[in-house]
């Protein structure tokens, strides 16, 4: 698939001439700009920017590589309102009736503006939405959408609807809005992990919104390149990969392109003062120092998946929540658990009143299976799986031969210097 810049998506879509009203505001919104920002890598199923003239443009993608930064910056240029699922509850007719509370900059109707392709809408956070409006409010949603869209089909070959989502996520969105039963056009384009001139890119375009005036990284930007790419050359050795191999495999790209460890990178190369010591540091030690790193990307996905499940439960229950509500205990036993269809009961550490305990094996039933961990019910990486498969026997689970064998033959492909998740 080949790639195609974020401005040719800017392009394809049409600045919209009705807007959310201000007591919308909990509803639609229009994105503030992030900053700072750098636009990552778009892949679409087809060879031109015609392919996304369609009524649905799906954008999938790995946690935490930039969908909803992406989301924001469409909407701000534009002022392409976005539906934030998770912070706004959704259920059948909900987009409809968001569309007619519109305001209009002239006197065109919101509902045959949109069929039209002139209101395009982001939707955004599809993983999360299952969370705050449950499966069935999701369902349901979704489902009024291919209808809603059913009902008026002179425009067809104009994006409507921006929808966001972890892989897994839209290929359920795929399936409950029966694309192909309804005729509905659609094209999928991939957010990329940033590669390795966006990867530098975001690293100073973090550097220079930390760094203060007669900071080393402003004096000595030819310094600042130089330690960039002692860095990559480290993680590189980390991932037990041949000299310039980095970004063209694909664990390389998921470990060294994943924007929120580049954003620390840029964060902590404003702030250092000697670029010539830390480089060696990085470089004496064979890659050693850069697999801190590599485990920075693993506990931050895994933080930030427990946040999301936390801040949700916190909100349907009354007592306060132990620590070990879906900490990374918890996670990498329930995936453990779910790769060899077992029952999802965790590390046995949660305490919760019962009501409350079936609250949080709900939520644990309907988010896991859209982890970034997982890829079709398998690990996606043999890092991941060795990690969750190791903690699940140390809490007294069992793995199936078969799959201790492929993980061990995985492990054995990478370099000395690779050590389990502490």
Not at 31 to 42: D, H, I, K, N, S
Not at 336 to 363: N, W
Request: aromatic share 6%.
């Amino acid at each position: 698939m080949p790639e195609t810049a974020l401005s040719v998506l800017v392009r394809v879509l049409n600045r919209p001439v009705h807007f959310p009203k201000s007591d919308q505001a909990g509803c639609l919104v229009v994105g503030e700009a992030p900053t700072p920002f750098v636009a990552p890598r778009l892949e679409i199923e087809e060879s031109d920017a015609s392919a996304l003239e369609k009524e649905i443009v799906f954008i999938e993608a790995s946690a935490a590589i930039g969908k909803s930064t992406l989301a924001r910056q469409l909407s701000a240029t534009l002022k392409v309102p976005i539906l934030d699922l998770a912070e706004v509850a959704v259920s059948a007719g909900s987009l409809r009736a968001m569309l007619a509370g519109l305001e209009a900059a002239d006197k065109s109707d919101p509902l045959d503006a949109f069929h039209e392709g002139k209101i395009p809408l982001i939707v955004d956070a599809i993983d999360e939405g299952r969370l705050l409006s449950g499966e069935t409010g999701i369902e349901q949603f979704l489902a009024s959408i291919a209808e809603f869209l059913q009902s008026d089909r002179r425009v067809t070959s104009r994006p409507k609807l921006v929808l966001l989502g972890r892989f897994e996520s839209i290929e359920l969105a795929r399936q409950q809005l029966k694309l192909a039963v309804h005729g509905i056009t659609h094209v999928t384009a991939n957010v990329e992990f940033f590669d390795k001139e966006g990867a530098r890119q975001l690293i100073h375009a973090y550097a220079a919104s930390a760094a203060r005036p007669g900071s080393h990284y402003l004096q000595h930007p030819e310094q600042a390149q130089d330690f960039i790419t002692v860095y990559f050359d480290a993680i590189e050795a980390a991932l037990g990969l041949p000299a310039g191999e980095l970004w063209q495999n694909e664990r390389g790209k998921v470990f060294a392109g994943y924007a929120p460890v580049l954003a620390a990178v840029g964060s902590i190369l404003a702030v250092i003062d000697n670029f010539a010591n830390v480089a060696r540091n990085l470089s004496a030690n064979g890659g050693r120092e850069a697999w801190g790193m590599v485990e920075a990307v693993l506990y931050e996905i895994l933080g930030r998946e427990q946040d999301k499940l936390r801040d949700r439960l916190s909100d349907q229950c009354e007592s306060a929540l132990p620590n070990a509500v879906y900490d990374v205990e918890e996670q990498l036993s329930l995936l453990a658990q779910y790769i060899e269809s077992k029952p999802l009961e965790g590390a046995g550490r949660v305490r919760l009143p019962p009501a409350e305990m079936e609250k949080y094996r709900e939520m644990v039933r309907t988010y896991l299976p859209h982890h970034p961990f997982l890829r079709r019910h398998e690990f996606g990486d043999a890092v991941l799986g060795a990690g969750a498969v190791s903690r699940a026997v140390y809490h007294g689970g069992t793995i199936s031969r078969d799959r201790l064998i492929s993980l061990s033959r995985q492990w054995r492909q990478s370099a000395p210097t690779r050590r389990p998740l502490r």
